[in-house]
């Protein structure tokens, strides 16, 4: 079945940065589109960023672009997303998703 397991959130200030990991399994990853939603406390889950299967097209919010960095690793079945100069309104449940699957969801919150 296919399993979506988020890692790598925290509480970092604003300003700093993280990386968050989400490792499939149970499907052939590179035939997929992945995406990163986030959700914040009293608010719509909403679209980050997404990866083409092979990760040569990207795309993001415009709240986030300039900042993050969706990439994947095929050969690894993860995708990942880097977020530099983070700031507090990015504070939010960060999920994985392929097709109509969602992982468990990754705390991040930015804070000082």
């Known amino acids: 079945q296919v399993q979506l397991v988020e890692s790598g959130g925290g509480l970092v200030q604003p300003g700093g940065s993280l990386r968050l990991s989400c490792a499939a399994s149970?499907?052939?990853?590179?035939?997929?589109?992945m995406s990163w939603y986030r959700q914040a406390p009293g608010k719509e889950r909403e679209l980050v960023a997404g990866?083409?299967?092979?990760?040569?097209?990207?795309s993001y919010a415009d709240s986030v672009k300039g900042r993050f960095t969706i990439s994947r690793d095929n050969a690894k079945n993860t995708v990942y997303l880097q977020m530099n100069d983070l700031e507090p309104e990015d504070t939010a449940v960060y999920y994985c998703?392929?097709?109509?699957?969602w992982g468990q969801g990754t705390q991040v919150s930015v804070s000082s």
């Open positions: 998703k392929v097709s109509t699957y």
């Open positions: 149970g499907f052939r990853f590179s035939n997929y589109v």
């Open positions: 990866i083409s299967g092979g990760g040569g097209s990207t």
